[in-house]
Each structure stands twice: as structure tokens, then as C-alpha cells.
């Protein structure tokens, strides 16, 4: 299995509402990522979970909460959001460590914030 | 000043020929990866080099360390070769970071 899954596909959500995305790889990779991206822009990146720690969050609202309960699961949960945060949600994953890991993305949530 | 510079930022080419596009960094590195992007958003790592040369198929790669350059050649170019090419970086020593360029969006017409 070498996927990472991600749910759901298309999310539609008020500003008030609570939701979370979730991503899943069984490969056993170490390094769980974020990234946002607005239209025909690259990604960003917004955290970086390793051996089911946040090593990085690139200075995130707070609105945006990470949560790593496994090495195969990753959540980002969704509260008070605004519209600007409509975009879509990548998540990656990597193994190895240093410059030995191959780099693999899900297809993504698309988020729309009315 | 982006840390990592694409170009050309937008690239159209008659099937058959024989693409280039290019990926400079200002910072340290200990790989580079060269992503596709179809519309629709899933991300497919093509490549990921620390040195020298790789090909797959019609997709070549290269990256120079001294010059902090690579490039990304596509050989007998295909419509379904249309699709948005990122080069990522990733930074020494923190290397969870990806630093992204901005992208090259290829369009190959029959």
C-alpha cells in the first residue's frame, strides 16, 4: 500500500461549524505534513508531525488545531474558520530521515468556508 | 526573493518536443524533489535527487550542488504531460521543511 488517503474529498462548512479532515498511510513513514494551497499557487506548509511529535507549525491560527493519535493517522480540526480559509488541504508523507525520503501527497481535501 | 526560483513560469509546447524547465535555491539543501500537479490537485513526487542524474521513462532529472541548479527535462512530449511542475527543496539542516517554488504550468498541444 503506498497511498495516503484522504477525507473527506470536498468539505463545505459555515463559520461557526466544527469539522475535522483526516489522513491515513500504512507505509510507516515517520514524517506526517499539512500543506495548504490556494489556487494556482504552490503549497504552504502548516505543520509537520515526526515520530507522532509536531515538530514544525508555521505559525498557524489557531483555528487550526493538528492532532497525530497514530503513526498512521493525522487530523487537522476545524473551528471558527473564515472564508479566506477556503482552499485545498494536503497532506504528505515521508520515510526515511534526512535526504533518503521518498515524498508521497494525498489527493486532498477541498475546503469551502461560507 | 523566493529561496527557490522556477522558471519559466507558464510553458506551451507542440507535442513532440523537448521540454526544460529550471529550479534555482539560495539555501542549503540535502534534496530536491521535482513534483506534478494535475488539475484536480493530487501532487505525484517524480523525482527526489541530493546529486547527479535520474531518469524515468521520458522524464529526466538533474541537479548541480555547486551551482545550486537542477532541471527537469521531458523528452517527446505528450498532452497528457499538461500539468503544473513543482520543485521542493528540502532545507539543511531541518530537513521536515519543503521549501516550494512556485510552479511551472506546462501545457503540451496536439
Known amino acids: 500500500d503506498t497511498e495516503v488517503t484522504q477525507t473527506p474529498k470536498h468539505l463545505v462548512m459555515g463559520m461557526t461549524n466544527k469539522k475535522s479532515l483526516k489522513c491515513e498511510q500504512h507505509?510507516?513513514?515517520?514524517?506526517m505534513y499539512w500543506y495548504k494551497q490556494k489556487a494556482k499557487k504552490p503549497p504552504e506548509l502548516m505543520f509537520v508531525y515526526s515520530y507522532e511529535k509536531l515538530s514544525i507549525n508555521e505559525s498557524v491560527p489557531s483555528r487550526f488545531s493538528p492532532e497525530c493519535p497514530n503513526s498512521s493517522l493525522l487530523n487537522l480540526h476545524l473551528h471558527a474558520l473564515q472564508p479566506e480559509d477556503s482552499a485545498l488541504y494536503l497532506c504528505?508523507?515521508?520515510?526515511?530521515?534526512?535526504?533518503?525520503?521518498?515524498?508521497?501527497f494525498g489527493e486532498g481535501s477541498r475546503l469551502t468556508v461560507l | 526573493k523566493n529561496e527557490v526560483e522556477q522558471s519559466p513560469q507558464n510553458l506551451t509546447a507542440q507535442e513532440g518536443e523537448f521540454i526544460t524547465i529550471n529550479c534555482s535555491y539560495s539555501v542549503g539543501i540535502s534534496a530536491l524533489h521535482w513534483l506534478q500537479q494535475h488539475p484536480g490537485g493530487g501532487i505525484v513526487s517524480l523525482f527526489m535527487?541530493?546529486?547527479g542524474k535520474k531518469k524515468h521513462g521520458r522524464l529526466i532529472a538533474t541537479i548541480n550542488i555547486q551551482e545550486k541548479h537542477s532541471s527537469l527535462h521531458i523528452t517527446a512530449s505528450h498532452p497528457r504531460d499538461s500539468a503544473v511542475y513543482i520543485c521542493?527543496?528540502?532545507?539543511?539542516?531541518?530537513?521536515?521543511?519543503?521549501?516550494f517554488g512556485t510552479g511551472t504550468r506546462l501545457q503540451v498541444f496536439p
Open positions: 521542493a527543496a528540502l532545507q539543511r539542516p531541518n530537513t521536515d521543511k519543503l521549501i
Open positions: 535527487l541530493s546529486s
Open positions: 504528505a508523507s515521508r520515510t526515511g530521515t534526512g535526504s533518503t525520503g521518498e515524498l508521497f
Open positions: 507505509m510507516g513513514h515517520r514524517a
